[in-house]
């Protein structure tokens, strides 16, 4: 069926537009939404003369959006959100958070749309954010995140972490083995009074060598006389 475009259709045809397309594409989308209507005469000019006054209306926004680029220029968003020590958010950064965002700089709220952003944030960082200002007119902006519950670059290493855990076991493992030759010195310990026990026996002899003796030697006095 050929139809002309009485609105932008994307993908499709623009304003004006005389295509032919399918007959269940007109018949079940296009006709009944208004967007297309039969390529007759009197729907050709009324569909041209629509696009001409978008086409007015298209270059305004155009001439807006490129002063809004130039307030764009060496600016850039920074976002402050709770993070973790590795530098994951706990929640996320958002088309419609850059957009409020931007507010500020350029002095009017874009839609979310406007922000081309592929998915939300979610890490620390500094990231080229794409936005479409117009249908013609295309920016980027340069959005940083930072962590609102990170430490300090330099205190980061002491900060809990598995590394840490490991390395500070390793001392209680090595201090659980000292006993070991601790306890093994009392044994010749204990093997000192056993010859401390010895000497008396041999104190014990003597006074028996000292009695014979004077037995002896009464003896040979006896035998002289």
């Given at each position: 069926?050929?139809?002309?475009?009485?609105?932008?259709?994307?993908?499709?045809?623009?304003?004006?537009?005389?295509?032919?397309?399918?007959?269940?594409?007109?018949?079940?989308?296009?006709?009944?939404?208004?967007?297309?209507?039969?390529?007759?005469?009197?729907?050709?000019?009324?569909?041209?003369?629509?696009?001409?006054?978008?086409?007015?209306?298209?270059?305004?926004?155009?001439?807006?959006?490129?002063?809004?680029?130039?307030?764009?220029?060496?600016?850039?968003?920074?976002?402050?959100?709770?993070?973790?020590?590795?530098?994951?958010?706990?929640?996320?950064?958002?088309?419609?958070?850059?957009?409020?965002?931007?507010?500020?700089?350029?002095?009017?709220?874009?839609?979310?749309?406007?922000?081309?952003?592929?998915?939300?944030?979610?890490?620390?960082?500094?990231?080229?954010?794409?936005?479409?200002?117009?249908?013609?007119?295309?920016?980027?902006?340069?959005?940083?995140?930072?962590?609102?519950?990170?430490?300090?670059?330099?205190?980061?290493?002491?900060?809990?972490s598995p590394a840490a855990g490991e390395e500070?076991?390793?001392?209680?493992?090595?201090?659980?083995?000292?006993?070991?030759?601790?306890?093994?010195?009392?044994?010749?310990?204990?093997?000192?009074?056993?010859?401390?026990?010895?000497?008396?026996?041999?104190?014990?002899?003597?006074?028996?060598?000292?009695?014979?003796?004077?037995?002896?030697?009464?003896?040979?006095?006896?035998?002289?006389?």
């Open positions: 069926m050929k139809v002309v475009f009485l609105q932008e259709v994307e993908g499709s045809g623009h304003t004006g537009d005389v295509k032919n397309v399918a007959n269940g594409f007109a018949r079940n989308y296009l006709l009944p939404r208004k967007l297309a209507a039969p390529a007759t005469d009197h729907n050709i000019r009324l569909a041209q003369a629509r696009a001409d006054v978008e086409a007015k209306h298209q270059a305004k926004l155009d001439a807006d959006a490129s002063a809004l680029v130039e307030k764009l220029v060496g600016y850039s968003v920074t976002l402050t959100v709770k993070a973790g020590p590795q530098g994951r958010l706990y929640g996320s950064v958002t088309a419609r958070d850059i957009a409020e965002a931007l507010e500020k700089p350029l002095g009017q709220m874009l839609e979310h749309r406007q922000v081309e952003l592929e998915e939300p944030i979610r890490q620390v960082g500094v990231f080229d954010v794409p936005l479409r200002l117009s249908r013609n007119v295309r920016a980027s902006v340069q959005v940083e995140v930072l962590g609102e519950g990170m430490p300090p670059p330099e205190t980061a290493p002491s900060g809990p500070g076991a390793e001392p209680a493992v090595a201090v659980s083995e000292e006993p070991g030759p601790v306890a093994e010195e009392p044994e010749p310990v204990a093997e000192e009074p056993e010859a401390a026990t010895e000497e008396p026996e041999a104190t014990t002899e003597e006074p028996e060598a000292t009695t014979e003796e004077p037995v002896a030697e009464a003896a040979e006095e006896l035998a002289e006389e």
